[in-house]
């Protein structure tokens, strides 16, 4: 992945989670939190083929950043409409992560769209290089 594509990422990341503080909420179950994690990452893509879309149309960086934030707001209002917080999503996460992987081990399903999200990231990112 190249430098600017990570750091994009990282900085969607912690923005979310620092704009978001926890507060009372939670997730229902290990799908839920499947399924919030997937779509954010779909969200974290689309922002990512606009800001591509931006570099390539010579927007200005100002412009690129309203893209940034315009990502940066789906994502808290994804999790928004659950009842959780981008940072009880990854609390979530890490206090499950063997269940969750347990989880997804018996729904392969599901591991069929992390892999299709992976290969247009992967694809995404070396565009971007």
């Known amino acids: 992945m190249s430098n600017l594509v990570y750091r994009f990422v990282l900085l969607l990341v912690l923005s979310v989670s620092i704009v978001m503080p926890a507060h009372a909420g939670s997730l229902g179950s290990h799908e839920e939190f499947v399924y919030l994690d997937q779509q954010a990452r779909l969200i974290t893509l689309e922002g990512m083929k606009a800001r591509?879309?931006?570099?390539?149309?010579?927007?200005t960086q100002s412009e690129l950043m309203k893209i940034d934030e315009a990502t940066r707001e789906e994502i808290i209002a994804l999790f928004a409409e659950h009842g959780v917080t981008p940072s009880q999503h990854a609390a979530y996460g890490s206090r499950h992560a063997e269940e969750i992987e347990q989880w997804l081990e018996n729904h392969p399903s599901w591991n069929v769209i992390y892999d299709d999200l992976q290969r247009e990231f992967d694809s995404l990112s070396a565009a971007m290089r």
Do not use: E, I, R, Y
């Open 52 to 59: 591509h879309d931006g570099l390539n149309a010579s927007l």
